[in-house]
């Protein structure tokens, strides 16, 4: 089945939920017709950053798979964290709850693990 | 007034605002003509064990207004629950964030209480 | 951009983020064309107050921009709250999550801070 979700983080504790609940989804649906996007604003945008001992591998290879991973310019601003200490993978967007109100008017469901 | 509807909890914590929520809307609508739908997955699949302390009576009374409980079987597996544990009315479903997310791209609403 | 969205308040200790949210959002939209409206049930009605020590200069400002604050009328009751102890911007419903059901069918697009 072909599926558009946005799934929202705001709390850095809420990660390994959020990535369990996305694991789990793709063992039933085809990524490759679907459009998975994580969207992480607040200090959950922390979890992105190359030396904050999260788990790259588990991220790269849901990256891999074709999981987009969205960071908010905003909260990166606030934080003093800079492009260049994200995993490459990850896309900046100016203003992240923009991007899922825009996705979910396009069409994507939205998930708040 | 029509509403299709999905609650989504996945704390334990949140059942009781949850189904204050629940019973709050009821008094709006007109539930034959309505779907509501409440999708537990992570640890809140737990209220749904007969022998979890939760007041069955408040949830069968829901469930016999038309309210439909589902649980995550991932989430079930992953804590050793088995369907025989779960109150009779529950619907279990593969995936539990897919269900949320094929909802809404059927046009139901999402509340995450 | 056009954008229709509800932001889902039910804890007191989320209005900060909402609330920044609700301004990283206003610098990337025009407010004119544009509804955004903030649900607030359960104990979030709380801030509403005058008496609250919230941030009045905030709200209010958000407001004359064209926020709209809205707030579950059975939050209050619960609460003892009366229309007249609310800043006077705020709109009351009956029901917060009917409302916030019901503009998700008209098509907002739906955030939970």
Redesign the interface.
């Known amino acids: ?1 072909k ?3 946005i799934f ?1 983080i ?1 709390e850095s504790e809420k990660w390994d ?1 959020l990535l ?3 694991e ?2 793709l ?3 085809d990524i490759k017709d679907s459009q998975v996007e994580i969207v992480a ?2 200090k959950a945008v922390m979890h992105y950053k190359k030396d904050s001992g999260s788990n790259n591998l588990s991220l790269e290879e849901l990256a891999k798979k074709g999981i987009i991973f969205t960071a ?1 310019n ?1 909260a990166l601003n606030s934080l003093k964290i800079e492009k260049v200490m994200l995993y490459s993978y990850v896309k900046v967007v ?5 991007e ?3 996705k ?2 396009e ?1 994507y ?5």
């Open positions: 089945m599926i558009k979700a929202h705001d939920l369990a609940n996305v789990n989804l063992k039933g649906i604003n607040s908010c905003n100016p203003i992240g709850v923009k899922i109100i825009e979910q008017l069409g469901a939205y998930i708040k693990p």
